[in-house]
């Protein structure tokens, strides 16, 4: 058995659950640690199962209840060290993770926990440092990408690799350009350590995902200029031209940005 659920994702908090009968793995802690223990009841899981927690980035919406997670659970956190130096320079971010429970990892480098192997990669971003990750488990690839700059290699290859896929799908390029935001914020979020439009996810997807494919999640969408239908769509008309069809080829969900969005299986008992 292997399971994924997303407890949040989005600027207000963002935290990533996977699971077997007898491990479980955080990607993030950007949501309260009450809420996630409501939620965690809420669908029936348990917390003994969390064993490890992985960080991707020091910004708050990622990890400003890490360490109070980690220290309530003696759980330990898996980063890199500009990771973890981002947090402990990051005033917001009350509860430090105690060096105890600090791990650091290194890109390209894959680790074992439990159930998982583990392979953190570079992604673009304009935090200290940014990874995606790719985690083999139970014969199958699940692969998570968050706050993506722009499509390097790197990442190409792990899109192809993956059976299982959270990628960004963070603004809607209209909507940005003619909203509210300063002209600062929208070339930051536009450049090439931003944030990834519904256009460019698409193209991605279109372009390096392989027959493996079975399920994507769209991940991070902005609340000020994107809209959940409004990704969903530009996703599965930009996949058209790629003869890729969602529903058919593999299956396309939305991740909600302040709530748990259910539980997926990703592999049967």
């Not at 600062?184 to 995902?209: E, M, P, V, W």
């Not at 079975?214 to 000020?224: A, P």
């Not at 939305?254 to 299986?265: A, C, E, H, N």
Request: proline share 3%; aromatic share 10%; with cysteine.
């Amino acid at each position: 058995m292997l399971k994924f659920i997303s407890l949040g994702s989005g600027s207000s908090g963002n935290c990533y659950y996977l699971f077997t009968e007898s491990d479980g793995l955080i990607i993030d802690v950007g949501i309260g640690v009450r809420a996630l223990k409501k939620y965690f009841v809420d669908y029936g899981l348990s917390q003994s199962k969390i064993h490890h927690i992985l960080l991707t980035h020091d910004h708050a919406d990622h990890v400003k209840s890490v360490g109070s997670l980690s220290s309530s659970y003696h759980l330990p956190v898996y980063a890199t060290a500009l990771t973890f130096s981002g947090i402990n320079r990051n005033y917001s971010i009350r509860r430090k993770v105690d060096p105890i429970n600090s791990h650091q990892i290194e890109n390209d480098k894959t680790i074992k926990l439990g159930d998982f192997v583990i392979t953190p990669f570079h992604v673009p971003h304009d935090s200290l440092d940014c990874v995606g990750y790719h985690i083999e488990c139970q014969g199958v690839v699940f692969c998570l990408l968050t706050d993506v700059g722009c499509i390097t290699e790197e990442i190409k290859n792990n899109i192809k690799d993956a059976d299982f896929l959270v990628i960004e799908a963070n603004y809607d390029r209209e909507m940005l350009l003619n909203g509210p935001y300063s002209q600062y914020l929208k070339q930051r979020i536009c450049s090439g350590t931003g944030h990834l439009s519904n256009d460019f996810c698409a193209d991605a997807i279109g372009r390096y995902s392989s027959q493996k494919l079975r399920h994507v999640w769209l991940c991070h969408l902005s609340q000020e200029n994107n809209h959940p239908e409004l990704a969903r769509k530009t996703i599965i008309d930009g996949l058209k031209k790629y003869e890729k069809i969602v529903g058919s080829d593999f299956e396309l969900t939305v991740l909600k940005r302040k709530s748990p969005t259910g539980i997926f299986t990703l592999v049967d008992e």
